[in-house]
């Protein structure tokens, strides 16, 4: 099931704090961006993230269980993140952001 652009737009509003947070429609579903990294996405109505160690030592801190969702069948498993609390989120959105590599140039 395809995601709802009010799921999206929700989520959106939830990062606003965040000023680098972009997104891209792809093939019914949302890959989301931060810093110009893609962090994540919102698949069949969640918003799920790549796992990165910073973010699991955050939900540990905050005495979270992390969980964890495949976006798609066949995918890498990801972080299930919780839209609801507007500080977390944007807390694991910049842990993860900050943890991966810079994107690659294309050569051309």
Known sequence: M??????????L?????LEDV????????????CGGKVIG????????LKIAP???R???????????????PGAKEQLVAD???RALCCRLVRAVADELPARKKKRG
């Open 2 to 11: 395809p995601s709802t652009k009010e799921y999206l737009d929700f989520v």
């Open 13 to 17: 509003e939830q990062l606003s704090d």
């Open 22 to 33: 972009s997104y891209r429609a792809m093939m019914g579903e949302y890959v989301l961006y």
């Open 41 to 48: 996405g919102v698949y069949d109505d969640r918003f799920l």
């Open 54 to 56: 910073s973010a699991l």
């Open 58 to 72: 955050i939900l540990d801190e905050e005495g979270r269980a992390p969980q964890f969702d495949l976006p798609y």
């Open 83 to 85: 839209v609801d609390d």
